[in-house]
């Protein structure tokens, strides 16, 4: 399998359409929606090691944030 990403502009638009999506939910749907879209895409995606990579990759990003 190759490495594929998105293009920029193609990942602002799935940011835009996530945000909106999220805007759109009462508070605690929230969970529920980012845990069904995760396993929605890590279906897709089809490599159970890469799909890994990306949880512990946003897994990062949060601490980063929260030590920020």
Do not use: I, K, N
Request: proline share 3%; net charge negative; aromatic share 6%.
């Amino acid at each position: 399998m190759t490495d594929t990403t998105l293009p920029f502009a193609d990942l602002e638009r799935a940011y835009e359409c996530l945000a909106e999506t999220l805007d759109s939910l009462p508070e605690h749907q929230e969970r529920l929606f980012l845990a069904q879209l995760a396993l929605a895409l890590a279906h897709r995606v089809g490599d159970v090691e890469r799909v890994m990579a990306a949880v512990e990759e946003a897994r990062w990003g949060v601490a980063e944030v929260s030590d920020g």
